[in-house]
């Protein structure tokens, strides 16, 4: 099993631009989700799915679209990218979320984006 | 509101210097708190789930203990390999959703 993987690794911006950001899974995992991290803020959620064709916004969704279509996709959109988006993001999956044996997130590599 | 607080924000020990992380929450009705470890330039690990107070696990050198407030993460004669930050987590009261601390970057020298 690959696990979760996410694409690009790295990616620079300028200021307007659009993007998506790639995330899969091969763990038949319901739940995925999608976090920022910033020095000194720890993660912060920006938008969730707990299944194909559901999804909920997180802590800080302004600014990004997602769309789940699949269980093991789960693209992040950047509709017009900005500097405060200049940000680790990070993509997790776990096999549901609501019950003892589902919380156990697997993450992602990480993509490192830079908006100038 | 959902809070969890990381302390301290950085530690620095010696090898053997044996130490506690601490991980608080005000979220009522806790349906677990867990423990990851992330390395540099990497996703976070899942180390550890507690889910009642007393409750303890361990693993290597690590032993995370609970109590109705908070959770602490002890560290037994660290090794340079523990250099991570670990960062804590619970589901929030409103939504399907983890609540991540700020985490606490543990330095081990040798």
Redesign the interface.
Known sequence: NAGVTQTPKFQVLKTGQSMTLQCAQDMNHEYMSWYRQDPGMGLRLIHYSVGAGITDQGEVPNGYNVSRSTTEDFPLRLLSAAPSQTSVYFCASSYSFGDRASYEQYFGPGTRLTVT | EDQ?TQSP?ALRLQEGESSSLNCSYTVSGLR?L?WYRQDP??????LF?L?SAGEEKEKERLKATLTKKESFLHITAPKPEDSATY?C?V?SEY?????????TILRVKS
């Open positions: 969890v924000e677990g867990f330039g990497k996703g976070p690990e899942f789930t889910y960062l987590a589901p939504g399907n959703k983890l609540v991540f601390g700020a985490g």
